[in-house]
């Protein structure tokens, strides 16, 4: 039993490359793993631009276009949807400095037209939502961008690709470091206060991911709770984190079991999931995996959140109320972790 509905990226089932070593599995189609995501109980697709139409760049955008409603078709028949598409430009030798701010002109315009294509993508597969993750929007070098002027660049490439299509709605997934080390948008509080300059603040939101929160130093649960108070959390992305290192994508609950089961129960308490909304799983197979056990990360993942609902639902409400009543959060904080552990 669950009340959401749950999407997953192709990118979450990789090859095991890092920046210290080689890759150590062998790669698996697209084909494959969307039927094998589906098994797992998988219903959406998040896509990259280049995921959903590969060599994009060599490609007219009627070619991208096509490419696109084929892969609609194959979607269709394996009775899965896209829940977004995302621009990966950060792939790409021309925006090393950065897409939407670099100090290139030229840069600058590739970012956007690869964004405007990511529109067209997602139109044909059926989304209305694209995902910007601006990994390389911030700096390595303090001095090396002009920090008033990169906002306002990226506020005219967010402005550009409202207007390119009316319907379109952008959900802006915040980090506060890496690949750079210092952001321009880190956290969603950014991300707010970002929207509300645009176009249309009203097609500008959120997607927020547990392990970037952990890497800013906050609690995850709190910062859904700060986008849902202002109607602003479209995404989310559930994985763990241990501390404030690389950005580790574990599998969901497995470092932070209580932060977690206050992710979900924050997510219900507000009906997250209400108005279409997925809980996305934004997480990696650990590099010691062997290619059979290639998706054990991801089933994990969905167990965690099932079990954590079902924590949820049996939450004595009036328990729980009595003990903030009488301000007795020893007696609350006891309670919950009888609960997590199944004393309760």
Known sequence: MTNFKFSVGPWNVHEGADAFGPEVRTSISLEQKLAKFKEIGFTGIQFHDDDAVPDMNDLSESQIKSRARELKQHLDSQGLEAEFVAPRLWMDGRTIDGGYTSNSAEDRE?????????IDIARELGSDRLVLWLAREGTLCAESKDPVLSMQRLRDAVNTMLAYDPGIRILIEPKPNEPIDRSFVPTVGHVLGFAAGTADPSRVGALLESAHAVLAGLDPALEMAFCLAHSKLWGVHLNDQNGLRYDQDKSFGVENLRSAFNQVKVL??????????????????????????????????????????????????????????SRNYEALEMYIMELLLGEK
């Open 110 to 118: 590739f970012a956007l037209w690869r964004s405007l294509r990511s």
């Open 268 to 325: 219900m308490d507000s009906g997250y999931g209400s108005k279409g909304e997925y809980v996305g799983l934004d997480v990696k197979a650990m590099r010691t995996q062997s290619g059979e056990l290639s998706y054990a990360h991801l089933e994990n993942s969905l167990k965690m959140v099932k079990l954590l609902e079902s924590k949820v639902r049996r939450l004595d409400k009036g328990l729980v109320s009595s003990y903030q009543s």
